[in-house]
DNA sequence: CTGAGTGCAAACTTTTTGCAGCATG
DNA sequence: CATGCTGCAAAAAGTTTGCACTCAG
């Protein structure tokens, strides 16, 4: 799809860094990307594109409901293109496998739980952590989420 | 039951600011507090608890399994007792009231999918978001939560 | 007594904001 | 060419850490 068409469509001007960082995700390299990660891959090749510019342009792209931003467990923000449905993660805790799923059944129930509870649902998250079938099959895996 | 003992058979010294900090937990007046809330809680009596050591001491009592950390939409972390089951949290969004509730048929279909997945699942994390009969009766509720 | 625990202040990390200049439409 | 957007630097907000002192066991 046309990138700058598509901000345009968006009430967005088609600037430099709002485009290169939309196509950053719709390339499909990378998934999920935190404001940092996005910030480096742009530096991958030069570029003056200020990390607030980052912060700044990831916040309209959610506004403007190009992107979904998720809060997994740690403290950092991690954006991903809405691609409705699909928005439930599960994480492996020991190499940060990420995978997506969706999966009506749940979905369903959750609109049951909260309707019981009184509740008109609008939005959920759902991230699910374990250990992914490399990671349990190896004897000691490292690690790399966090220590809590 | 009591608290300096629960401490020392966690294999923590049953310090002033620890018992303090757990009591508050239990006390159960704000089942869900942040640790700058824990903070300003301490503070309503004189104390020289420093925020610092509330962050310890929240760190320790996740690690020894009495309290659970939350991560919901923003980027602070909420504490409450670990309360085995009742871990899924319904949140609405206009005046940010906090149900629990543990659903079996969820957690029986998280389970499943994990393993569909070629996961083993460990812990999950579900918060939904939506609207309370209150807020949603009321004309124009003003929204206490974030602008995200 | 002695090491675990603490308060304070400073560092760190992630994100937001103020402002002067730049580039899109 | 006007306003929305940007880069930079500085400020917030949340959390962690280093260090000398204190207190529970």
Redesign the pocket.
């Known amino acids: 799809m046309d990138i700058?068409k598509e901000l345009?469509d968006s009430g967005?001007?088609?600037?430099?860094?709002?485009v290169r960082i939309l196509q950053l995700f719709q390339d499909g390299q990378h998934k999920h990307m935190?404001?940092?990660e996005v910030y480096l891959l742009l530096h991958r090749e030069p570029s003056?594109?200020?990390?607030?510019?980052v912060?700044?342009?990831l916040?309209q792209l959610v506004d403007a409901r190009i992107l979904v931003r998720n809060q997994f467990e740690s403290?950092?923000?991690v954006f991903e293109l809405n691609q409705g449905g699909l928005h439930d993660h599960l994480v492996c805790t020991s190499c940060g496998q990420l995978e997506e799923f969706c999966d009506d059944a749940l979905e369903h129930r959750q609109e049951e739980v909260a309707r019981k509870l009184g509740f008109a649902l609008r939005e959920h998250s759902l991230s699910l952590y374990g250990t992914c079938v490399r990671c349990a099959s190896e004897a000691g895996p490292s690690p790399k989420i966090r220590r809590s």
């Open positions: 700058p345009r967005l001007k088609a600037t430099l860094p709002r935190s404001a940092d003056d594109i200020g990390l607030a510019t912060y700044r342009v916040m403290p950092v923000a």
